[in-house]
């Protein structure tokens, strides 16, 4: 009898297996976007069976190309909700759908997420918007407490850039926007235009938090940006216009890089390159705080007694793109937050596009460098000068013998040790670089040409590749392409200056 009892367990089995493997069936399905922010790749998709009992979850994520699959769905009716991290941060949710899955089978639910359109009409809701105006919603904090700031005012300017019909000529007018938080810490921008930068600002009870830079597009419709203060770290309203103040008084940019900002906040992470790999030599600085760290050669870096609140850190590397990140820090806490630098790449038949790779690295060493004297172009056009030896005549520190081609820059402390008889072994003239090329003459390029100027007094306020034991004069120009030497087209030691 045993002997026969035996395979008709095995059968019993095997039918009992058969039947719980058939009571399972699968979904599948595209999750497309016309949107730029809302990417299909960091969508998820959660799945509750409501019926039969009892009730199950799951949960997938679409790839990059939006495709997904959920496999072994016990069989049933499901509810279906698709979310994204952009929609969570704007508080809105998707309406959800129903999809039945039948044992053995594979059904099919493309979804859809919202164009930029209905995004910025769901924030902005009972508000009619044009095209080319867009949203950006978030919540304002107190970086000490972590609770939110209600009345505090979230202010946002941007720069129109427009062509005169009757000039043609390019007309640049400022423009800004201010709104206040609610109940909750929450606010809303309606409006704003699409594609330009945006700078904003969190200003509350007499302080100003960091100012923090993005641009929505059409197709993203609406973006979101969290805002956070400390009321112990952050500057003073009145300190930074002091600072505004000063700046065009003398012609230095004094409004980054000066503030020194200190508190009991800590970052620390790896920079990495594109391929991954640990990235040594990397610069990294807090904007507006005190000190920078150099990654080492596992890519780790650390940067201790930092503001708290939302800041903007800054990594730079010699052939790498500038990168700006917004970091949130929070007093006597440590962040860890990780890098990856991109290639810069330069092509001289794309000028614009080098001009601004450029500009970038100029404008990062304004911000990092706090020993450093800076002119951007708006304080060059302000100027007026003939010749670019005029710039250096209010930066305090420097003096320009001589006009024209053959004109030389010293720094000050420097002419007064020319009695020495050591002091023409000791130090020189400034070294002068302009785009990159050492040894120029300060009138090698014209002032409209000059984009930014960086200045230093010696070796010890400036490190890099360039020679600066007696000072050194770091020039951004217009002018992109060399000529066979290595100058750029354009000075008056390789040509005609252009026109």
């Known amino acids: 009898m045993r002997r026969y009892l035996l395979p008709v367990i095995f059968g019993l089995l095997g039918r009992s297996l058969s039947a719980q493997s058939t009571a399972t069936g699968r979904l599948e399905g595209v999750v497309s976007s016309r949107g730029v922010a809302l990417a299909v790749g960091s969508a998820s998709i959660s799945l509750t069976r409501l019926e039969p009992e009892p009730s199950v979850s799951f949960t997938s994520a679409p790839d990059t190309g939006g495709r997904y699959l959920v496999d072994s769905l016990p069989a049933g009716r499901y509810l279906l909700q698709l979310s994204s991290p952009l929609l969570d941060s704007l508080e809105l949710a998707l309406a959800p759908e129903e999809v039945l899955v039948v044992a053995g089978r594979t059904a099919r639910a493309d979804l859809l997420l919202p164009t930029g359109a209905r995004l910025r009409d769901a924030v902005c809701p009972g508000v009619s918007l044009d095209s080319g105006l867009v949203a950006v919603a978030g919540r304002a904090t107190d970086a000490d407490t972590?609770?939110?700031?209600?009345?505090?005012?979230?202010?946002?300017?941007?720069?129109?850039?427009?062509?005169?019909?009757?000039?043609?000529?390019?007309?640049?007018?400022?423009?800004s926007a201010v709104v206040k938080s609610g109940t909750r810490g929450e606010y809303r921008l309606c409006g704003v235009p699409s594609g330009v930068r945006l700078s904003m600002q969190l200003q509350h009870e007499r302080?100003?938090?960091?100012?923090?830079?993005?641009?929505?597009?059409?197709?993203?419709?609406?973006?979101?940006?969290?805002?956070s203060l400390s009321a112990r770290d952050a500057p003073t309203i009145a300190a930074l216009d002091s600072m505004e103040r000063l700046a065009a008084l003398v012609g230095v940019d004094s409004t980054t890089g000066e503030l020194l900002l200190t508190g009991t906040s800590s970052i620390a992470g790896r920079v990495h390159g594109p391929d991954g790999l640990p990235l040594a030599g990397a610069q990294v600085h807090v904007r507006d705080a005190r000190g920078t760290a150099t990654s080492g050669i596992d890519g780790a870096f650390h940067l201790a007694d930092l503001p708290a609140g939302t800041q903007v850190l800054l990594v730079r590397r010699l052939g790498y793109a500038l990168s700006e990140q917004t970091v949130e820090l929070r007093e006597?806490?440590?962040?860890?937050?990780?890098?990856?630098?991109?290639?810069?790449?330069?092509?001289?038949?794309?000028?614009?596009?080098?001009?601004?790779?450029?500009?970038?690295?100029?404008?990062?060493?304004?911000?990092?460098?706090?020993?450093?004297?800076?002119?951007?172009?708006?304080?060059?056009?302000?100027?007026?000068?003939?010749e670019t030896g005029d710039l250096?005549?209010?930066?305090?520190?420097?003096?320009?013998?001589?006009?024209?081609?053959?004109?030389?820059?010293?720094?000050?402390?420097?002419?007064?040790?020319?009695?020495?008889?050591?002091?023409?072994?000791?130090?020189?003239?400034v070294n002068v670089v302009i785009d990159g090329v050492q040894d120029m003459g300060i009138n090698d390029v014209p002032p409209a040409r000059?984009?930014?100027?960086?200045?230093?007094?010696?070796?010890?306020?400036?490190?890099?590749?360039?020679?600066?034991?007696?000072?050194?004069?770091?020039?951004?120009?217009?002018?992109?392409?060399?000529?066979?030497?290595?100058?750029p087209i354009g000075s008056s030691r390789s040509g005609s200056p252009p026109r």
Not at 148 to 163: N, Y
Not at 208 to 219: Q, T
């Open 207 to 227: 302080r100003a938090g960091a100012v923090v830079e993005l641009s929505v597009s059409d197709d993203d419709g609406a973006a979101a940006r969290d805002l």
């Open 332 to 386: 006597g806490k440590r962040l860890v937050h990780d890098v990856q630098l991109t290639r810069a790449v330069s092509l001289d038949s794309v000028r614009v596009t080098a001009l601004g790779s450029r500009y970038r690295d100029f404008d990062f060493a304004r911000k990092a460098n706090i020993l450093g004297r800076f002119l951007t172009r708006d304080q060059i056009e302000r100027r007026n000068v003939v």
């Open 392 to 429: 250096l005549a209010r930066l305090g520190a420097f003096t320009v013998v001589g006009r024209g081609r053959v004109a030389k820059v010293f720094t000050k402390s420097k002419m007064l040790v020319k009695r020495d008889p050591r002091a023409d072994e000791l130090c020189s003239e």
């Open 450 to 487: 000059v984009v930014g100027l960086e200045a230093y007094t010696g070796p010890t306020t400036f490190s890099s590749n360039y020679r600066a034991s007696c000072g050194l004069i770091v020039i951004w120009t217009t002018a992109w392409r060399r000529d066979a030497v290595g100058r």
């Open 146 to 175: 972590e609770q939110p700031i209600a009345g505090a005012d979230v202010v946002v300017s941007w720069t129109d850039v427009e062509v005169s019909r009757t000039t043609l000529k390019t007309v640049r007018q400022d423009r």
